[in-house]
Structure formats: structure tokens, C-alpha cells
């Protein structure tokens, strides 16, 4: 069994930052890709950016320039650190990660999601 979970959201005014954090755990072999996503009300969940394990990023273009993605292989654990919030950044934001179990199965994994409130 292997599992993501998040922490770090929170309620910011616009123009703030947070970090969020998401550890992978379980019986672990490898973290390949991770990335984070978001979700708002009435909205489709939608993806904000990604990491590699060899650190190649790719952000959603809203996020460019504002967010930036990190992770730490050593923890398995990928970092958000956003920028210059903005109202419309408000969402659950989910960790998601491709982890190939000790038995080498690879499994996605989601994690329940953090908020990020962001008052104008």
C-alpha cells in the first residue's frame, strides 16, 4: 500500500504566498512523476504543475512565473510554493505521484486534497 497526503493549505489575502508540501509514503521502490492539481467550486479539477524525478517541470500557464514545484527524492516529497496569490487561486489543491511499490507495481496515488482560500 502506498499513499500521498498533503499539508500546507491555508487562508492568505492576494499578494501572499504558501507552501504546500506532499510526502509519499508506503512500501516505496520509486517516485517517478509527481505534480499538484486543483480543484474550485463548480469547476473541473485541473492540473497547476508537475516534476519529474529528474526535476523537469511543467506548469499550467495561469500558474507561470507564480508557482514553482520542487521535490525532494531523498523524502519523496514534492513542494509548491506559490507566489503572489491571487482570488482566483482558490481551490483544493491535490498532491497526485506515480509510485512504483517495493513489489515494482506502479500506482497512483491521490491525496485527499488542501485548502487554499485566497481573500481579496
Known amino acids: 500500500q502506498v499513499q500521498v497526503a498533503e499539508s500546507g493549505g491555508g487562508l492568505v489575502q492576494a499578494g501572499g504566498s504558501l507552501r504546500l508540501s506532499c510526502a509519499a509514503s508506503?512500501?516505496?521502490?520509486?517516485?517517478?512523476?509527481m505534480g499538484w492539481y486543483r480543484q474550485a467550486p463548480g469547476k473541473q479539477r485541473e492540473l497547476v504543475a508537475r516534476?519529474?524525478?529528474?526535476?523537469?517541470?511543467n506548469y499550467a500557464d495561469s500558474v507561470t512565473g507564480r508557482f514553482t514545484i520542487s521535490r525532494d527524492n531523498a523524502k519523496n516529497t514534492v513542494y509548491l510554493q506559490m507566489n503572489s496569490l491571487k482570488p482566483e487561486d482558490t481551490a483544493v489543491y491535490y498532491c497526485?505521484?506515480?509510485?512504483?511499490?517495493?513489489?515494482?507495481?506502479?500506482?497512483?496515488?491521490w491525496g485527499q486534497g488542501t485548502q487554499v482560500t485566497v481573500s481579496s
Open positions: 497526485n505521484a506515480d509510485i512504483i511499490r517495493s513489489d515494482y507495481v506502479l500506482r497512483n496515488a
Open positions: 508506503g512500501s516505496i521502490f520509486k517516485v517517478a512523476d
Open positions: 516534476i519529474t524525478s529528474t526535476l523537469r517541470t
